[in-house]
């Protein structure tokens, strides 16, 4: 493994990592900020008892996230001084803001997390909600940054030099609105779906289970209403991809060769010798309309684009289907849950062990969707770390042996999610002890013996 | 003007970093020499804001690449092995922090937390001290064909880098002594807060000694510069001055008097340091420097940076404040 190649793996997976987190942080809130609403209007225990349970995992997750987030603040520089040299002063301002907001939302958590019996209720809810809104805000500004690589703009670029530097140009750049509305939305879906499913699971052993039965469709109606607008806002930033970027279309479909019109390629494997991809199936048109709105339109293939600013084209093909497929799943869960949801003799179904198991099932699909959008956009991308302005291996470090540190953070994050995994599955554990609503007896145990007893289980 | 108004702000934040986030990271040093007795008392005081004393450093990360980018891209190259060590130190102390304090119940598997919260918390602010020593020595060298020990290990890895990591160790260690003297609950943890606070306080004297010493033996006139120059004169006069008065408050036990007095010190320190550094950034070996003027990004920047800042001291301060003062009231 070279440098650059060490390199990018220590990067896509330092933000493969955090992106889980950072989107956790984003949605979560919000969860809380309905519950919590829900509670304060109807004094309903469950919905005091879910808050309260949630803000656990949050908490945890939250510094996950705050010190994945810091490491990847600094590995923009440990990894890319070349792009940080060039790009921070451009790019900066996204990054500014997104501190701030980022410090709003530490403050915001801290009272939100300890401030249960230090602030009166409403404050709380405000506080829970601009943990929150901050979350989002956050994320927002960084897609802008990751917009700005995509399709840089605020500066001339002359002779190598970045001259006319217009930060504010920049942080609005042509990619920021399509792909921070897409992520935002995908935030919501993951999270919404990955904490119904682990719901789902836990209610299929108890069904009368009060608090995994709210548990579960509040965050699955948050997930599904996401799910809905997932092709939609999908739509919005394909569309602005093929216009922008035709490689990363070209490579995302497979397209090796510029058709009139361009049939939709889906699934199969490409293959770069032969240009042409294998066991795929395809729907004439389709590809026409869906990239540029009408069905003859021309679609732009690889073989229109120079051989050394190609896109690897398997892994950003099958990254997309990956990412098509598990988004269509969760649409069609989505619409059932919504038809089983909308008359009082179908709703029994959404406690049917069928239904419950599919919900479990369906626990990671979001976050597989949303690391696969990821991995389309970032690979997408390449050579190129600022499209057309500056390849990648031109930006990344002089410093050897980045082989190690990819390494050690590879052996860190590993680590760090098997503790993970632990923690929360003593969380689930002990769930039906310390929350009231989540046991028959509506007791709440707290003694330590019982709650060893039940984490040996 | 733009400049010095952003260098300003990054001083501060760097500051409360040193002050808060630094309490933060003693508190785990502190607890490694105390054990046991002392780990609720340090969970409880640290738990609802190092979150956000950790931004501190993000701001002042943020505000280096956006408006000095070349300073940037110098130190995570010629500083990329202290700087993830000290990365690696952060993952670890926050990590483990959060997961035994989120646990349903403290039980045997936390003696692995308890380990890496103090470890991380030692080694943390070492390596943190070990990277602003390099900076502030002046052995990065500008050549990157140098050799690898010349180019990547040289600069931090020598004496006065590790006094420095040293004094910023006990500094914060210090710094979150002399904090939970008012959080503690018991008489007995009082006291040996009290003592300590008292004793790193010496110690970091003596340090304080030893890194003009050893700044000396490596070729940097460092207390000649500080007798120069009149700020960093008075600094170091006020700083000394302090440590009677300091100790008088530790003994009278005047919580909130103390603090300030404690605050006001390490400030009188920076300020002292700054007027010293001023306006380098980064010190080459060739005697060139990045200064904060030949490596500033442009008027533009510059005028966003502004705003940025001027708009986030004016949201985030007040809440911030609003969140301590919640957590300093008893319930």
């Known amino acids: ?457 | 003007m733009m400049v010095e108004f952003v260098m300003l702000v990054m001083g501060v934040a760097l500051f409360f970093y040193t002050v808060l986030g630094g309490a933060d990271f003693g508190a785990g040093i502190i607890e490694m020499l105390t054990g046991e007795r002392s780990i609720r008392t340090i969970s409880k005081a640290i738990a609802p804001v190092w979150e956000a004393n950790h931004v501190w450093l993000i701001l002042v990360l943020v505000v280096i690449f956006n408006g000095f980018p070349k300073v940037f891209s110098t130190m995570s190259i010629m500083l990329h092995i202290p700087l993830l060590l000290v990365l690696v130190g952060m993952i670890f102390r926050g990590t483990a922090f959060t997961f035994r304090h989120y646990d349903v119940i403290e039980d045997s598997s936390h003696r692995y937390y308890h380990f890496c919260f103090r470890a991380s918390s030692l080694l943390t602010p070492f390596f943190l001290g070990m990277t602003l020593g390099a900076v502030i020595l002046g052995r990065i060298s500008p050549d990157l064909n140098a050799g690898f020990y010349a180019v990547f290990i040289a600069p931090w890895l020598n004496a006065f880098c590790i006094g420095m990591g040293l004094f910023t160790t006990l500094l914060f260690s210090y710094v979150s002594a002399v904090f939970l003297i008012g959080e503690v609950e018991t008489e007995e943890g009082r006291q040996i807060m009290i003592t300590y606070s008292k004793r790193s306080l010496i110690a970091l004297m003596l340090l304080g000694a030893l890194i003009m010493a050893l700044a000396e033996w490596s070729g940097l006139a460092l207390f000649q510069q500080f007798l120069a120059q009149p700020i960093s004169l008075a600094t170091i006069i006020l700083a000394t001055l302090l440590i009677p008065l300091i100790f008088r408050t530790i003994e009278k036990r005047q919580i909130n008097t103390m603090r300030v007095l404690v605050g006001g010190q390490v400030a009188v320190i920076f300020i002292g340091w700054a007027a010293v550094q001023f306006p380098d950034f980064i010190r080459f070996n060739d005697g060139t420097a990045l200064t904060i003027y030949n490596t500033a990004a442009g008027a533009a920047t510059f005028r966003q940076l502004v705003i940025a800042l001027t708009v986030g001291v004016l949201i985030i301060l007040p809440a911030f404040f609003y969140l301590f003062k919640v957590f300093k009231q008893k319930v």
Request: net charge neutral.
């Open chain 1, 1 to 457: 493994m070279d440098v650059l190649t060490a390199a990018r793996m220590q990067m896509a997976f330092s933000l493969g990592w955090h992106i889980i987190f950072a989107c956790i942080g984003m949605a979560m809130p919000f969860f809380m900020a309905y519950t919590e609403w829900k509670w304060l209007k109807t004094g309903e225990q469950v919905y005091l008892d879910l808050t309260k349970a949630w803000s656990k995992g949050v908490a945890i997750f939250f510094a996950v996230g705050a010190v994945s987030g810091t490491v990847l603040a600094f590995e923009l520089g440990l990894l890319w001084p070349g792009f940080m040299e060039h790009a921070g002063d451009i790019i900066g301002m996204p990054f500014s803001w997104e501190g701030s907001a980022f410090f709003m939302e530490a403050i915001a958590l801290g009272i939100f997390l300890y401030g249960w019996n230090r602030v009166n209720k409403w404050m709380h809810w405000v506080s829970g909600l601009v943990v929150g809104i901050s979350g989002v805000l956050s994320g927002i500004f960084v897609v802008a940054a990751n917009g700005w690589m995509n399709s840089p703009s605020g500066f001339d670029y002359v002779n190598g030099e970045f001259t006319n530097i217009d930060p504010v140009a920049a942080m609005f750049n042509d990619a920021w609105f399509t792909q921070a509305l897409h992520m935002t939305f995908a935030a919501f879906c993951a999270t919404g779906f990955a904490v119904a499913g682990v719901h789902a699971i836990l209610l299929l052993k108890d069904k009368d289970n009060l608090f995994h039965r709210k548990a579960t469709q509040v965050a699955l109606l948050f997930g599904a209403i996401a799910a809905l607008a997932m092709p939609i806002t999908g739509d919005i930033a394909a569309k602005d991809v093929a216009k922008r970027q035709p490689a990363k279309l070209a490579a995302m479909e497979a397209l090796y060769h510029t058709e009139r019109p361009a049939s939709l390629i889906i699934g199969g494997i490409p293959n770069d010798e032969r240009q042409e991809v294998d066991y795929a199936l395809r729907i004439p048109y389709a590809l026409s309309f869906l990239a540029h709105g009408d069905f003859n339109a021309e679609v732009i293939g690889l073989d229109q684009i120079p051989d050394d600013e190609e896109p690897p084209v398997l892994i950003t093909h099958l990254a997309f289907q990956i990412m098509i497929g598990c988004g269509g799943l969760m649409l069609l869960i989505a619409l059932a849950f919504f038809w089983f949801s909308s008359s009082a003799k179908r709703r029994p179904i959404l406690l049917r062990n069928w239904w419950l198991k599919l919900i479990g099932l369906a626990t990671p699909l979001g976050f597989i969707a949303l690391e696969a959008g990821w991995t389309v956009t970032e690979v997408g991308r390449q050579p190129w770390i600022i499209y057309e302005v500056m390849r990648t291996k031109d930006a990344v470090t002089p410093v050897p042996g980045i082989q190690y540190s990819f390494i050690m953070i590879l052996a860190i994050y590993t680590l760090l999610t098997l503790v993970l995994i632990f923690l929360m599955r003593r969380q689930i554990k002990t769930v039906s002890l310390l929350y009231a609503s989540a046991n028959k007896e509506g007791k709440v145990v707290k003694d330590k013996a019982t709650l060893e007893a039940a984490l040996k289980e």
